[in-house]
């Protein structure tokens, strides 16, 4: 079959891996890679209809609140210290203003915005993800299909934190990034990295391939390419470090692995450690300004 690139519509493109979905349906599924462009994106990839099913699972870490048990009281502890390097990623040299997430969950990241004194605008397709967000932040949480309508350079600060992996149609989110952003506004995107350590050393089992919720799959190369001939200039690149152990964790409960959180700890330390020379993080943010 054919595949065209999601974002360059290049049909030159070769497989990547081979991999099932090994979170949720143990479906197969593969990842090409754009020969024109470098974009990693996933196939077959499920239409809107079909995208939810794959959405559907109890451990779905990222809308659970209150969980007990030792791995989701760790997960609570160590996103509590990743929202504060988030908070300082985002707003370094930054006035208060307007900030809008998109992809923003229970509202974890907008809670504390919220409390530094920005008004807050949330995005959530989870419609479970989003009543308690809009409990927690008193104030209603849009679709994924209200992008479209909010005003013209009305932001000063758009974040996706793990989100556009996600995305269907990266041209259109995109035209709407640029659009919302005011002009020296700012866009926080913090993606997966394929050319991490832990990517190379996992490789079909890696967790953050997470086929096929991540229809796309980047690195720092991709996203230049991506955003070239955008209003958007990469101005910084930073890192979540605690990404490389948690996936790291997650890749071993995938190979069925005894320990699969001492091991995983033990693969997400060395994955920093390379990462301080090669800069591949498990996870890199990539910081824009709007020209
Ligand atoms: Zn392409």
Not at 41 to 61: Q, V
Not at 65 to 83: C, D
Not at 110 to 117: A, V
Not at 252 to 273: D, V
Request: with cysteine.
């Amino acid at each position: 079959m054919n595949y065209k690139c999601p974002w360059c519509g290049s049909e030159k493109a070769q497989i990547h891996l081979w991999l099932k979905d090994e979170f949720l349906t143990q479906e197969d599924f593969q990842i090409y890679e754009c020969k024109s462009c470098g974009l990693l994106y996933t196939e077959p990839r499920p239409n809107k209809e079909e995208i939810g099913k794959y959405y559907k699972s109890e451990a779905y870490y990222s809308h659970q609140e209150n969980k007990k048990g030792l791995i989701p009281r760790l997960y609570e502890a160590v996103k509590s210290i990743n929202l504060k390097t988030k908070y300082n990623l985002a707003t370094k040299g930054m006035q208060k203003g307007k900030v809008l997430d998109i992809g923003c969950g229970v509202g974890d990241f907008l809670c504390i915005m919220d409390k530094q004194g920005w008004e807050t605008i949330g995005i959530e397709p989870s419609k479970e993800a989003k009543e308690i967000a809009e409990k927690r932040l008193n104030h209603k949480v849009l679709k994924p299909e209200d992008l479209q309508n909010l005003e013209t350079q009305s932001q000063d600060l758009i974040t996706m934190w793990h989100v556009l992996e996600h995305v269907d149609d990266l041209k259109e989110e995109i035209h709407q990034i640029e659009r919302i952003l005011k002009p020296k506004g700012r866009l926080v995107l913090a993606l997966p990295n394929f050319k991490s350590y832990d990517s190379q050393f996992y490789n079909i089992h890696w967790a953050a391939y997470d086929v096929p919720r991540h229809l796309n799959h980047f690195c720092k190369e991709s996203i230049v390419k991506i955003f070239k001939n955008s209003e958007l200039e990469l101005v910084n690149t930073d890192k979540l470090g605690w990404d490389a152990y948690y996936i790291s964790y997650m890749s071993e409960t995938f190979k069925h692995h005894r320990l699969p959180l001492l091991r995983g700890a033990f693969r997400g330390m060395i994955s920093n450690c390379k990462a301080r020379k090669s800069n591949e993080w498990s996870s890199r943010v990539y910081i824009f300004e709007r020209k």
